[in-house]
């Protein structure tokens, strides 16, 4: 699928209701100067060996959305001194390492997303490091408590928060409570060198990262690769498929033996997310038919293994099973549903677009053509995709910036000015 007070927070959730759950105790109030006293109570509970924020350093570096969001070329963003914020109960302090850049910042930063919450941080594909815990863990979506500690490695996504009791979380659809919080959006997110967020959304990444990822290619896969899997998984060609049978080297054979033959999947667009999902889609035996704009997009598909990349509008090699639609241009939907075969769908990954224009039904829709969104993703998605990343190297086409250069990271990545994702590295800084 983006400033919080110390007070519930207030705004509307991702689905346009109002926010009043106490989720983060950060406090954001840049006219406020914090204690040295606040920042020891914030590590107090760290053993001593433990990677402790320096002493006397109270504040760090972060960039928020202005009063009005706009245009990314006209900088809506603003890069501040403000107090480290301090874990409640159930929380994590982390020092952010990395932070991908991620189209849905582009959003919050630009205002297509409504504001949740005034002069919020963006950044939700983070890798980091935990330098201080809350009183106390949650639980996890299996109802394990979590066991997180200080100096591990761990990532945090999109999803920050759910209910955890409506009928969507307790049917394992928690994607869709409505009650949903998100990092970078409804609180403080990546763009910044310390954020908070809740123990039982955090993901372990000590194993992912001693399996050949850097923290710069990791951080991508925290947002681009999961919601990319989710996206994949939205199209049906994974149906019948469990994870036990892609842990076990099954799924290539499965999956052809339940389509039918080895499935075709289109990719519209192809950065950040595509390119991901595009390695995860080969190595489970799909051919993959790249539609984008950009030369230098084309020649990573083609390098990656894909079996075409053409034109975003240009009709591919061969019919379509699926495809998946990461550009946010509702007017690509019309050529992506001629190319399904029948019975095909589309599988709609962005969490904004453009207005879809009319589709003419027998042309567009029948033979039983389906057309489907993907709204965040669930906690287990997440797990699975890291522990697929873990095992299935996955080759990120990163580009680093420099934390204070994030602005200019947004706008090359409106302009197309790369392929693959920009990652911010708070250790390196211009200003």
Same mark, same amino acid.
């Given at each position: 699928?983006?400033?919080?007070?110390?007070?519930p927070m207030?705004?509307?959730?991702?689905?346009g209701? /109002?926010?009043?759950?106490?989720e983060?105790?950060?406090?954001?109030n840049?006219n406020?100067? *914090?204690?040295?006293?606040a920042?020891e109570?914030a590590t107090?509970?760290?053993?001593a060996s433990?990677?402790? +924020?320096?002493?006397?350093?109270?504040?760090? #570096?972060a960039w928020q !959305?202005?009063e009005?969001?706009?245009?990314?070329?006209d900088?809506?963003?603003?890069?501040?001194?403000? /107090?480290?914020p301090k874990?409640?109960?159930?929380?994590?302090?982390?020092?952010?390492?990395?932070?991908?850049?991620?189209?849905t910042?582009?959003?919050?930063s630009?205002?297509?997303?409504p504001?949740?919450?005034?002069?919020v941080?963006p950044?939700?594909?983070?890798?980091?490091?935990?330098v201080?815990?809350?009183a106390d863990?949650g639980?996890d979506?299996h %109802?394990?408590?979590v066991?997180l500690?200080?100096?591990? #490695?761990?990532? !945090?996504?999109w999803?920050r #928060?759910?209910?955890?009791?409506?009928d969507y979380c307790v049917s394992?659809?928690e994607n869709?409570?409505?009650?949903?919080?998100?990092?970078?959006?409804?609180?403080?997110?990546?763009?910044?060198?310390?954020?908070v967020a809740?123990?039982?959304?955090i993901?372990p990444?000590?194993g992912?990262?001693?399996s050949?990822y850097?923290?710069?290619?990791?951080a991508?896969?925290?947002?681009?690769?999961?919601?990319?899997?989710?996206a994949l998984?939205?199209?049906?060609?994974?149906d019948g !498929?469990?994870?036990a049978d892609?842990?076990?080297?099954?799924?290539?054979e499965?999956i052809?033996?339940?389509?039918g033959h080895?499935?075709?999947?289109g990719l519209?667009g $192809?950065? %950040?997310s595509?390119?991901?999902?595009?390695?995860?889609?080969?190595?489970?035996g799909?051919?993959?038919?790249?539609?984008?704009?950009g030369?230098?997009a084309q020649?990573?598909?083609?390098?990656?293994?894909?079996a075409?990349?053409? &034109?975003?509008? &240009?009709q591919?090699d061969?019919?379509?099973?699926a495809?998946? +639609? $990461?550009?946010?241009?509702g007017?690509i939907?019309? /050529?992506a549903?001629e190319?399904?075969r029948?019975?095909?769908?589309?599988?709609?990954?962005?969490?904004?677009? *453009?207005?879809?224009?009319?589709?003419?039904?027998?042309?567009?829709?029948?033979?039983?053509?389906?057309?489907?969104?993907v709204?965040?993703?669930?906690r287990?998605? %997440?797990?699975? $995709?890291?522990?697929?990343?873990?095992?299935h190297?996955?080759?990120?086409?990163?580009?680093?910036?420099p934390l204070d250069q994030?602005?200019?990271?947004?706008?090359?990545?409106?302009a197309?000015?790369?392929?693959?994702?920009?990652?911010l590295?708070?250790?390196?800084?211009?200003q």
């Amino acid at each position: 699928m983006t400033s919080e007070t110390t007070s519930p927070m207030t705004g509307d959730n991702a689905n346009g209701t /109002p926010n009043t759950t106490n989720e983060n105790t950060e406090n954001t109030n840049t006219n406020t100067t *914090s204690t040295p006293s606040a920042i020891e109570a914030a590590t107090s509970n760290a053993p001593a060996s433990a990677p402790m +924020i320096t002493p006397g350093v109270t504040t760090m #570096h972060a960039w928020q !959305v202005r009063e009005n969001p706009g245009p990314i070329e006209d900088d809506p963003l603003e890069w501040i001194e403000k /107090p480290i914020p301090k874990p409640g109960p159930g929380q994590a302090l982390i020092r952010v390492l990395a932070c991908g850049v991620c189209r849905t910042d582009l959003h919050v930063s630009e205002g297509d997303l409504p504001a949740h919450l005034p002069h919020v941080t963006p950044g939700h594909e983070v890798v980091g490091e935990i330098v201080a815990l809350g009183a106390d863990q949650g639980v996890d979506i299996h %109802g394990q408590r979590v066991e997180l500690r200080v100096g591990e #490695h761990v990532g !945090v996504a999109w999803l920050r #928060h759910t209910c955890g009791e409506c009928d969507y979380c307790v049917s394992g659809k928690e994607n869709l409570c409505r009650h949903s919080l998100y990092n970078g959006w409804d609180a403080n997110g990546g763009y910044a060198e310390y954020m908070v967020a809740p123990d039982d959304y955090i993901y372990p990444l000590d194993g992912l990262l001693n399996s050949g990822y850097s923290l710069e290619t990791a951080a991508p896969l925290m947002c681009a690769g999961i919601i990319g899997y989710r996206a994949l998984k939205r199209t049906g060609l994974l149906d019948g !498929v469990t994870f036990a049978d892609i842990e076990a080297g099954r799924a290539r054979e499965r999956i052809a033996e339940i389509v039918g033959h080895r499935p075709a999947l289109g990719l519209y667009g $192809f950065g %950040g997310s595509a390119h991901i999902t595009a390695q995860v889609a080969l190595a489970l035996g799909m051919r993959v038919h790249v539609l984008t704009r950009g030369r230098d997009a084309q020649r990573l598909a083609l390098n990656l293994g894909c079996a075409s990349a053409n &034109d975003a509008y &240009d009709q591919p090699d061969e019919p379509l099973d699926a495809a998946i +639609i $990461f550009a946010p241009v509702g007017a690509i939907v019309p /050529p992506a549903l001629e190319a399904l075969r029948s019975g095909g769908v589309l599988s709609l990954a962005g969490i904004h677009m *453009s207005d879809i224009p009319p589709l003419n039904y027998e042309q567009h829709l029948f033979h039983e053509k389906e057309i489907r969104s993907v709204e965040s993703n669930t906690r287990r998605d %997440g797990r699975e $995709f890291l522990a697929f990343a873990a095992t299935h190297p996955i080759k990120i086409d990163a580009h680093p910036y420099p934390l204070d250069q994030a602005q200019k990271a947004l706008q090359d990545l409106k302009a197309g000015a790369f392929t693959g994702a920009a990652v911010l590295m708070p250790g390196n800084t211009e200003q």
